[in-house]
């Protein structure tokens, strides 16, 4: 289980990489949304995975083995705020569209150049 | 869109995602849910209501999604004042009550549960509309 | 009731009376007031931290490696008072700078969540509550840098944006491996596992992401194109604030890390740190010197005196480190103060741009005299806090024989000084090229000059207050590197549990 995980996480990089890389805005964002989703199982997976296990202490208080509840803490935080900056990314691209009619990165030049 | 079906099972389904998404709330104390996947769920009813009648309509009509904001944030800020001032910052405090044989637990991570409500329906409103107007 | 957590209810407080309010006539007053609550509430504590050394808060009362610390050291509390006096005097300057569409757009909102991040990273004891202040400081800086719409405004936007997102993906990425290797996000307890653990060593994989996360915000040499493309666009209000606080959170936030608990691998770190900073030094300060453009070469300063920060961290003895952190103190008031002024020069000459400029000298000797100040201390010049900065940047580098990084250090100093020269040369010195007698009989108010006349006297203050500040920051530098104070305060009677994944 430990090395699918580790190679879907791999897989997910490469393509949020990948789609980064590319000119389109749309492809770019859904590059974004892809390599938060790699991080975040990359959280899951580091935490250790225990299968079966519950995240609680039952109610005798006896805790053997139990899944680490943590690392999942750490993804449900780390999905919200990645929740509101795609949402972000969104609009802004939305709105630099409407303004330059472009979907192209290259075109994303104009406050490079000095002395525009 | 314009379907008669939808039209009418959405005054249903309102109340049924507002319905359900408190129940989550309230049972986010001991089992999985809460305020968050609470709010999620509450504010479908207004996703669907923007989605039917047209968003712009909607953003105009409905509460201004800066007053659940608000409302909700205010909520979080009063539920860390009480662990402030009577003991440990962020501390949850308790009160008991019993009414008429049943035990509540009122607390104030409670609060905190409703805020982040309030906060989730606001920020999802305000995410709908102002996506769904490009 | 404890004090620790303070700074952060306090921004909390009024960002949610902000959401609310939508006027300038309200908004401005209330800013300035909440933003001085802040800067009496830092002051406060830093009177406190000067007895007590350290202030500890376990959050909900859940001891420490299991719930969040919150943690005032010594450090901590010189970088709250730094930046909420910039946060003060900015708020100040805002009253003639951001107009009331921006008011309505809640910018005071997003400016109060902008500290509030800022507060909650420079107190946070825990590795992952920093990620959270983190987002909160980017998610508040998109909209304050976009705030205006215009193409320009998207477009840096953008590029700040996604570069920086880049940068929390990695942060997040390093948090989940070490999540893993150690089973703790707690920095005190990191800390201690790594000093009793031999296989420490292991954490070099999350030591590179977080020095690429962290360098992305600081803006390091190959990492800082976001900075000079995006800081010129927005409201010179926004700039001047994120000049002073951001890339310095990134700074912090690797003096953190990198004394705490990424101490192993010394010499492959010092080769790659020392190079960093040389470069991120030599490229700011050349760059700079080939715009004409106020807040472009403003903005190439920001990355040439991030490697001099850099600096002191590489020379890692407590004379560098208290350099190091006295640099960025004084560089973030002299940065702020300059980036202030040169929306003052806009207001009266009409324009950024230094060829179009002059003759501010004989119609605003008030603002030629504020202007000075902030140059002649960032070039380096006693009595101001520059000088005191560099020399014990460079006196720490000569006697730790970094004899390359320290001569490029020096050889920076002249760049600097060459590119305030310019600004000042055809800004104020010479006489205006066109006659733009519209522009130059613009008389500027009180409530514009008086921010850059606090920072200028913050600027003196750390200059002549010199020994003060260096015995306080050489305390601070021998409890950084070698953190048991900070290490028992934090986990108290925990303190022999050392909990390592099986």
Known sequence: MDVLLAILIGILYSAGAYLVLRRSVVRFIIGLVILSNATNLLIFLSGGLVEGKPAFVDESGYLVFLTDPSPQALILTAIVIGFGIVVFTLALYAKFYKVSGSDDIDDLKQTDTPEA | MNSRILNIAQKYLKILFVVFGVLILLRGHNYPGGGFIGGLLASLAYVFQGLLKGADKQASKSVSNGLYLGLGLSLILLSVLPGFFMGNAMQGIWWDFSVGGWDLKVGSPFLFDVGVFCVVIGVSQLFFYSLSRY | ?502
């Open chain 3, 1 to 502: 009731m404890n004090i620790v957590i303070a700074p952060i209810l306090l921004p909390l407080v009024f960002l949610v009376v902000f959401v609310f309010i939508k006027n300038t006539r309200v908004g401005s007053p209330l800013a300035i007031l909440g933003f001085g609550l802040q800067f009496i509430l830092s002051v406060y504590l830093f009177y406190q931290i000067l007895n007590l050394k350290i202030m500890v808060l376990q959050v909900g009362g859940w001891q420490a490696p299991f719930g969040i610390t919150l943690v005032i050291d010594q450090l901590s509390a010189v970088m709250l008072l730094v930046s909420n006096l910039i946060a003060f005097s900015v708020a100040v300057y805002s009253i003639s700078f951001v107009d009331k569409y921006m008011v309505a757009s809640r910018f005071y909102a997003f400016f109060f969540s902008l500290v509030l991040g800022v507060n909650g990273a420079f107190i946070t004891g825990d590795a992952f509550n920093l990620y959270v202040w983190f987002e909160v400081i980017l998610l508040s800086s998109f909209v304050l840098i976009t705030m205006g719409r215009s193409k320009d405004q998207l477009e840096g936007g953008i590029k700040y944006m996604t570069l920086n997102l880049m940068g929390s993906l990695f942060f997040l990425a390093g948090l989940g491996l070490l999540y893993g290797k150690t089973g703790t996000l707690n920095m005190a307890h990191l800390a201690q596992i790594v000093r009793v653990n031999p296989e420490a060593g292991l954490l070099n994989s999350s030591a590179v992401l977080f020095f690429i996360a962290f360098g992305i915000k600081a803006a390091l040499f190959p990492l800082h194109f976001w900075l000079p493309a995006s800081y010129h666009t927005p409201n010179v209000t926004v700039t001047a604030l994120f000049a002073g606080l951001l890339t310095k959170v990134g700074v912090y936030a690797l003096f953190r890390f990198f004394t705490l608990f990424i101490i192993h691998d010394r010499e492959f770190w010092f080769l790659f740190l020392s190079l960093i900073a040389v470069f991120t030094m030599l490229v700011g300060g050349l760059a700079a010197s080939i715009f004409y453009e106020m807040r472009r070469i403003l903005s190439y300063h920001v990355i040439s005196q991030i490697g001099y920060m850099l600096m002191g961290l590489v020379v890692f003895t407590p004379l560098g480190i208290a350099g190091g952190v006295y640099f960025m103190i004084h560089n973030m008031i002299a940065k702020t103060n300059t980036f202030l002024i040169s929306g003052l020069v806009k207001k009266v000459n009409g324009t950024y741009d230094l060829h179009q400029t002059g003759g501010l000298l004989k119609s605003h000797p008030v603002l030629a005299v504020l202007y000075i100040i902030p140059a002649l201390a960032l070039a380096g010049f006693p009595p101001f806090s520059g000088f005191f900065a560099k020399f014990t940047l460079i006196k720490s580098g000569y006697e730790d024989a970094h004899y390359w990084l320290t001569s490029v250090a020096v050889l920076t100093s002249l760049l600097t000084l060459y590119s305030m020269i310019k600004i000042w040369n055809k800004a104020f010195l010479r006489e205006a090229p066109s006659p733009n007698e519209g522009f130059s009989c613009v008389k500027l108010k009180i409530d514009e000059l008086l921010p850059s006349a606090i920072l200028g006297i913050g600027s003196i203050v750390l200059g002549l207050g010199a020994p003060f500040f260096i015995d306080y920051l050489s305390e601070m530098a021998v409890n950084m590197i070698h953190p048991h104070n900070y290490i028992q305060a934090v986990m108290g009677d925990l303190e022999n549990l050392t909990l390592l994944k099986p």
